[in-house]
């Protein structure tokens, strides 16, 4: 099973025993793995980790989520882990900027017979999610995009987000480099957005050491 993400502040043998131990992919969703990795060789960290797929389908399950919004899509991967955990009439929505490789999703969610039901929304995700009524309300958010608009984000769908209801942020450890006071990069705006939600008294949240760091947010 390929791990997309390394957890570089995990001991590797640690991370490669707890992915081994994780349900596993089936098929579909490991073909999918695969030609994203051939389509973007070293930039596949772009995409979830297998075992991050298996936690989101679980906690859309345990949640009881049957609308879900998705800042940034990619190739598809959290998309379908998102939408399988939700019940039959249950409507995600997938936010992304790229024809090109929501191109390679629309294919994958064909197969997996989701395309029916994964309502994809071309643009500026911040633009996107203002666009949307006031009173439309979510259960489960996954974000998954660029560093710098978390956010806004943030902001824009905790509003939207039933009390009890769950937000996914995914890269919150930034590969273990967000203790570095001089690393990079994503990292102070990440360690900033990572500040913000810690002292957000409308959630409840846990930062998980899951891949490259997973961020559970519940609404109080």
């Known amino acids: 099973m390929m791990t997309m993400k390394a957890a570089n502040f995990i001991e590797p043998a640690v991370a490669a025993y707890a992915a081994a131990h994780t349900s596993p992919p089936d098929d579909l969703l490991a073909g999918l793995a695969e030609e994203t990795h051939r389509l973007v060789g070293d930039r596949i960290s772009m995409q979830i980790a ?36 939700l019940p039959a009439d249950g409507r995600p929505i997938a936010c992304d900027v790229s024809e090109d490789w929501t191109a390679v999703a629309r294919r994958y969610w064909e197969k997996a017979g989701l395309d029916d039901r994964i309502d994809l929304r071309l643009g500026p995700a911040a633009d996107t999610l203002r666009a949307m009524p006031p009173g439309e309300v979510f ?19 905790l509003p939207r987000l039933r009390s009890g209801g769950l937000i996914a942020v995914d890269n919150t450890l930034q590969h273990g480099d967000i203790t570095d006071p001089a690393a990079g990069g994503n990292v102070p705006a990440m360690r900033e957005f990572n500040d913000l939600v810690a002292r957000d008294s409308r959630v409840t949240s846990v930062l998980l050491t899951v891949a490259d760091g997973l961020t559970l947010i519940r609404k109080n």
């Open 50 to 85: 297998p075992e991050q797929g298996t936690l989101l389908t679980m906690l859309v399950r345990l949640s009881g989520a049957r609308r879900a919004v998705e800042v940034g899509t990619f190739t598809g991967y959290s998309s379908i882990c998102i939408a399988r955990g």
């Open 139 to 157: 259960d489960f958010a996954f974000i998954d995009a660029d560093k710098a608009g978390y956010p806004v984000y943030y902001e824009e769908i």
